[in-house]
């Protein structure tokens, strides 16, 4: 059973496109977030959500918007795609307490065409 | 405000010598330090992880890591490199105040030669 889920794995779309990528955890952790990483592997946190409460936005385009339904899942959706989003975005969680470890998804990778 | 310096972007070695990887970090308190693990298409994995305590953390696969805080560093170390070890490796620091928001090194790519 998977802890960190991402859906879909592979998403190849034309510019313009809005496009969503869902994650679920079944860790029980409060702490989730989406990460991006770039061609050349560089991460780069882009929101963390707490306990359905947004709690981290690091100057990412109105473009781009998260969505916590519940605190198992945080999804992002992404309106008029670039070429630029291309990318693979990392769902992961945080790990209870104060030890920060971080268990991420395997990860979804987006091709903007 | 926190940082984290990778130095070398590309490490080879070949199969059963010495694997290390640099990692120097800034922090104006007290930080935490992880090393992450990513092979390739997956996510990223903790390998090992220093909070308190001994500065000498010993995680997965028989890799190590030493807190030294009068360098501020956090190298990682294996004694002998093994192919399965090729990935990409991570540090990250996290304030101890508040252990939510990582910062990420750039990646270090480990190259093992048969």
């Known amino acids: 059973d998977t802890a960190v889920s991402q859906t879909p794995k592979y998403l190849v779309t034309q510019m313009g496109n809005d496009k969503s990528i869902k994650c679920e955890q079944n860790l029980g952790h409060d702490t989730m977030y989406w990460y991006k990483q770039d061609s050349k592997k560089f991460l780069k946190i882009m929101f963390s959500?707490?306990?359905?409460?947004?709690?981290i936005n690091e100057t990412v385009p109105n473009r781009f918007s998260p969505k916590s339904p519940d605190k198992a899942h945080l999804n992002l959706h992404i309106n008029s795609l670039e070429l630029g989003d291309s990318a693979v975005y990392f769902c992961?969680?945080?790990?209870?307490?104060?030890?920060?470890?971080?268990?991420f998804g395997e990860g979804s990778r987006l091709t903007v065409l | 405000a926190q940082s984290v310096t990778q130095l070398g972007s590309h490490v080879s070695v070949s199969e059963g010598a010495l694997v290390l990887l640099r990692c120097n970090y800034s922090?104006?308190?007290?930080?935490?330090l992880f090393w992450y693990v990513q092979y390739p298409n997956q996510g990223l994995q903790l390998l090992l992880k220093y909070t308190t305590g001994a500065t000498l953390v010993k995680g997965i696969n028989g890799f190590e890591a030493e807190f030294k805080k009068s360098e501020t560093s956090f190298h990682l170390t294996k004694p002998s490199a093994h192919m399965s070890y090729a990935a990409e490796y991570f540090c990250?620091?996290?304030?101890?105040?508040?252990?939510?928001?990582?910062?990420f090194g750039d990646g270090t790519t480990l190259t093992v030669k048969p």
């Open positions: 992961a969680t945080l790990s209870g307490g104060r030890t920060g470890e971080l268990f």
């Open positions: 922090s104006s308190v007290p930080p935490y």
């Open positions: 990250a620091v996290t304030r101890n105040t508040n252990a939510g928001k990582s910062t």
């Open positions: 959500y707490n306990n359905k409460e947004l709690i």
